[in-house]
């Protein structure tokens, strides 16, 4: 159960692309297409962005796709935005029931 | 609309209890497995617990295992949380959320439990 890996910290100017690995293992991440993403505020509950891998809830602007190969997932953010200034945190299916979230994430809008 | 209230965040003493409820409205919380998840002080999420719709199955992260116990009341539309043993190491905001999809669409605004003497 060892949190999945991202890079601490990510950045673009408005406008750029910006995109954020999370790195696991062939016993989450890499065997379930159970990965997710989220985004968090300061002092906010996190937002659910891209579920099932490529998934977007009802409301996510177009912006944000996710993808994934082998033990590996990644959110693109597009056309960055002021607002995307935020925390990211992936999160995957690790058999048995279990979950487990990423390291997070802050991305910077310059 | 889906609402997730938490409450029962305090603070307690290294080695004692503390009892977390999560609220439930605007659906039907029988249909949906629920999950709390952690934040320590400036740190990232945590997994702690998710129970099936009915209760009859529960898992937990490794390091509240045999500590915590999560449970529901669907007539009452209600999550808990029941922490005994608590550590320093708890300290944090407590999630509740809806899992579906296995992903997480709505969350609570969370709880904030400090274990500290």
């Known amino acids: 159960q060892s949190a999945l890996t991202q890079p601490p910290s990510a950045s673009g100017s408005p406008g750029q692309s910006v995109t954020i690995s999370c790195t696991g293992t062939s016993s989450d991440v890499g065997r379930y297409n159970y990965v997710s993403w989220y985004q968090q505020h300061p002092g906010k509950a996190p937002k659910l962005m891209i579920y099932?891998?490529?998934e977007r809830p009802s409301g996510v602007p177009d912006r944000f796709s996710g993808s994934k190969s082998g033990n590996t997932a990644s959110l693109t953010v597009s056309g960055l935005q002021a607002e995307d200034e935020a925390d990211y945190y992936c999160?995957?299916?690790?058999?048995?029931?279990?979950?487990?979230f990423g390291t997070g994430t802050r991305v910077t809008v310059l | 609309e889906v609402q997730l209230v938490e409450s029962g965040g305090n603070l307690v003493q290294p080695g004692g209890s503390l009892r977390l409820s999560c609220a439930a409205s605007g659906f039907s919380l029988s249909s949906y497995w629920m999950t709390w998840v952690r934040q320590a002080p400036g740190k990232g999420l945590e997994w702690v617990a998710n129970i099936k719709q009915d209760g009859s199955e529960k898992y937990y992260v490794d390091s509240v295992r045999g500590r915590f116990t999560i449970s529901r009341d669907n007539a009452k539309n209600s999550l808990s949380l029941q922490m005994n043993s608590l550590r320093t190491e708890d300290t944090a905001v407590y999630f509740c959320?809806?899992?579906?999809?296995?992903?997480?669409?709505?969350w609570g605004q969370g709880t904030l439990v400090t274990v500290s003497s």
């Open positions: 099932e891998v490529t």
């Open positions: 959320a809806r899992r579906s999809y296995g992903s997480y669409g709505y």
């Open positions: 999160c995957s299916y690790a058999g048995s029931n279990i979950y487990v």
